[in-house]
């Protein structure tokens, strides 16, 4: 019977106590490192494709233009064929020319750089653009809302405001940056 009790008492423990030392709190160093990494990710998730590039448009699906809206009577001039297809090889051209030469931005700073060599007051300016510092102490924003904030959570240092949004944090944002 002792033997039994004993074991039972060694199974027993604070749920409380057991999830308050499970959670890791980060140094400030760590902190700015994951908000380095998470503006990383900003500035690559931020140059993305034209989703309506392979759209294909049907001649039944409605076209609306401002020219529709008007409601009065507008001489329209009738063109012929070859301007048609001037106009459309000229389109296509320029769009063909935008996809295949798309650059992000390091790629246009780079570009800019390379062609002003001689001059390097014109190829670092703006590297070297700064605003002065703000007066003011930072605003404080939600990262789940981006509304103010009143809260930090307590492992990462991120900001929310209310209840939902530190449930949004915890299951989706608390820790990813830091590994």
Known sequence: MQRALGTATQARHSARIESTESHRVLD???????????LAALEQDNF?????ANLVWHKSIPKF?????GGGITKSRRSTAGEDGAKKRRKLRTEHSKQRFRKNFNGL???ESQANKDDPSIAQAYILATAPPSKLPPRKFCAACGFSS???CIRCGARYCSIRCRDVHNDTRCLKWTS
Request: negative net charge.
């Open 28 to 38: 400030e160093t760590t902190r700015n490192l994951r908000l380095k990494r998470q």
């Open 48 to 52: 993305h494709e034209d989703p309506h």
């Open 65 to 69: 233009d401002d020219n529709d809206v």
């Open 109 to 111: 700073l780079d570009e």
């Open 150 to 152: 009143k809260y930090t």
